[in-house]
């Protein structure tokens, strides 16, 4: 046991010995660097032998040397320097990511806030605004980062973490075991009234439901306009309980500035892409064939053809196979298997619903977007009424698409009708320089056959169009320059459709004309 004690105790100090040499020569090393005596002494020796240009030569020699020392002394603390602000480079960053997600967090608590109000003015009723809020929570109103997690990337995970949470939900999921009710859309609409009625405690007037539900047929995004507390919001809501497939709520905030508000965006820092609950909820439609709402709850309170530009030109396309979002420039081993090369094809059994209020806190809609959509005026609140007691309806978007398909065939606008509209389009623009254009005609053809289905009828459909989608045009007009040619419009309306019909069109003129 001694021999192992001195043993050891060799090892030791050979071992420390070894980092003492070394230290050692460091220091000595660096003391030879600025060892000034040393220097002197060299003088005092060669300095008797040295001529004029050898003092010269031994000056230089000199300089040059403490030229290098300074050099090595820079470098150093550059390196130090570099060092130090790399540190609190990262410290900062932690710091503001840090602040990020707490700023984020009371977004989301000040948003939820806002949302209360608003489903209160949304005329939602208090034994369903408990049910609406808990929906809303933690869904909609942050920005598309706000829960975005800020570790990096690990190896072998998905850099969509909601949309892979969807791919394993329906990992076994049998589409073609989904069971939908039969109904005529006549039926439908009638069924939803009642249904609003007695679960919900939420009346709408079924003119109101024929145009909502007719909307569907012509186009992929329906603005819900009017003052407030007559039901814009909570009329989309109540159609998800109704489908048994809750509608998704975004609150549009006033910074919506592009599309990253709708779908997120690929953190490069994190190698994550950030999804929103509006892409999660698009993400989950492609795997059903349910029907899907979106609601853009006050979409303009930010400018809608800034956040929602590409939307409006992709849904515009005649093909749905052109139905396609580039979300990240190139696909990635483990990116969810509805995303094909970084490109997502948007679901063709989900519909977006704004609403809009005008007043100093918003921004008018542009006639971009009016076009392309179908406006809905929700200006009166619903008279209650009995109505028996309602289940809810299950029907698939295919199926909804096929009642549309049929109408359009059963109850197609008439050879006259069309022919009258082209004569009111040539006197529009003969008097107004205004034209319906071919899209809104492409309404026409879907929207009234639809219309007339649910329960309307051909004169009242067309009335509407024309009112909200033709004459909401002459509001850009210099009024004062038309105002006497809207009496002459109006002559023109009863000579053409009757006296009796296109009421709502001769009496959205006459305001129009009290407003100069």
């Known amino acids: 046991m001694q021999a192992y004690v001195q043993f050891l105790l060799g090892v030791l100090e050979q071992f420390l010995g070894g980092f003492w040499n070394i230290i050692k020569g460091i220091g000595l090393g660096l003391w030879s660097f600025v060892d000034i005596p040393a220097y002197i ?44 602000r790399r540190h609190k480079a990262l410290a900062n960053a932690q710091e503001l990511l840090s602040e990020v997600n707490n700023l984020n967090a009371q977004v989301v608590r000040l948003t939820k806030e806002k949302d209360r109000i608003l489903s209160i003015k949304a005329g939602v009723p208090a034994s369903q605004y408990v049910q609406l809020d808990e929906y809303r929570e933690g869904t909609e109103g942050a920005p598309a980062g706000a829960e975005e997690d800020q570790t ?24 073609s075991a989904e069971v939908f009710d039969e109904a005529s859309l006549e039926e ?37 306009q009017g003052i407030s507390g007559t039901g814009k919001t909570s009329l989309p809501y109540a159609w998800g309980k109704f489908m048994e497939n809750d509608t998704q709520i975004a609150s549009v905030q006033p910074s919506w500035r592009d599309r990253s508000e709708l779908f997120g965006y690929f953190n490069e820092f994190t190698k994550r892409f950030s999804e929103t609950e509006v892409l999660k909820r698009m993400y989950e ?8 709402l979106t609601i853009l709850d006050e979409m303009n309170i930010a400018r809608v053809e800034y956040y929602f530009a590409e939307m409006l030109s992709i849904l515009e396309m ?47 809609i542009s006639d971009k977007v009016y076009d392309r959509a179908i406006p809905i005026n929700i200006d009166t609140k619903g008279v209650p009424f009995d109505a028996p007691e309602t289940a809810p309806l299950h029907i698939s978007a295919v199926r909804l698409q096929e009642m549309f398909d049929e109408a359009k065939v059963k109850y197609k606008v008439g050879e006259e009708t069309l022919a009258k509209i082209a004569k009111l389009d040539d006197y529009v ?9 071919n899209r809104i005609v492409k309404q026409l053809g879907d929207f009234i056959p639809a219309y007339v289905a649910c329960g309307g009828t051909e004169i009242d459909g067309l009335d509407y169009v024309i009112t909200n989608k033709i004459f909401r045009k002459f ?30 069109a001769k009496a959205y003129l006459r305001r129009l004309k009290k407003l100069v």
């Open 41 to 84: 002494e060299l003088f005092r020796t060669y300095g008797g032998d040295l001529g004029v240009g050898g003092w010269i030569l031994a000056i230089l020699t000199l300089l040059i040397m403490l030229a290098i020392l300074a050099g090595i002394c820079l470098v150093i603390a550059l390196l130090i320097r570099r060092a130090v």
């Open 152 to 175: 990096p990337l690990k190896e072998g995970e998905s850099r969509f973490f909601k949309l892979t949470q969807i791919d394993e939900q329906y990992a076994d999921y049998d589409r």
């Open 188 to 224: 439908i609409c009638e069924r939803f009234r009642n249904y609003a009625c007695s679960e919900m405690h939420l009346y709408y007037d079924m003119r109101v439901i024929r145009l909502f539900l007719a909307a569907f047929s012509s186009t992929r995004l329906i603005i819900l």
């Open 285 to 292: 439609a492609t795997f059903t064939d349910k029907v899907y």
């Open 318 to 364: 005649p093909s749905q196979e052109e139905w396609v979002v580039d979300l990240v420039p190139s696909g990635w081993p483990g990116d969810p298997q509805h995303i094909e090369n970084g490109r997502f094809h948007l679901p063709p059994n989900m519909w977006y619903v704004g609403t809009a209020n005008n007043d100093d806190s918003t921004f008018a």
């Open 429 to 437: 623009i003969e008097h107004f320089r205004l034209a319906f254009g």
């Open 475 to 504: 509001e850009g007009l210099n009024l004062a320059f038309i105002r006497d040619e809207i009496d002459g419009l109006i002559n023109y309306l009863s000579e053409l459709f009757g006296e009796e019909n296109m009421q709502e």
